[in-house]
């Protein structure tokens, strides 16, 4: 088993930046890659943003890119989410999510994908 907690979220007005953290403890944290997904009410839960397990390569949604950063420290055994540039449209729960990866330079960008998931964080822009 994986446990994952997210934190970092919160209220933030439009072009503001916020850091996402992901805290993964159970499993060796350097053998799963990862994912951040966010969901906003009535939506579904679409990927922001993908890390392979050794860090090498990524992954961003269109309406990210250039904003957001995905990141990871496997000896910390955390991921991180930085945002920046932050719009109103970029409002949901952000998760964060995991699945082993038998090669070190996979990410994976389907939700059905990821065995692991967080409980959610928070994430507000106010225009």
């Known amino acids: 088993q994986v446990q994952l907690v997210e934190s970092g979220g919160g209220l933030v007005q439009a072009g503001g930046s916020l850091r996402l953290s992901c805290a993964a403890s159970?499993?060796?944290?350097?053998?799963?890659?990862m994912g951040w997904f966010r969901q906003a009410p009535g939506k579904d839960r679409d990927v922001v943003a993908a890390?392979?397990?050794?860090?090498?390569?990524?992954y961003y949604t269109d309406s990210v890119k250039g904003r957001f950063t995905i990141s990871r420290d496997n000896a910390e055994n955390t991921v991180y989410l930085q945002m920046n540039s932050l719009k109103p449209e970029d409002t949901a729960v952000y998760y964060c999510a995991a699945r082993f990866a038998s090669l070190s330079g996979t990410y994976y960008v389907n939700r059905y994908n990821y065995n692991y998931w967080g409980q959610g964080t928070q994430v507000t822009v106010s225009s």
């Open positions: 159970g499993r060796t944290f350097s053998n799963f890659a």
């Open positions: 890390i392979s397990s050794s860090g090498s390569s990524t």
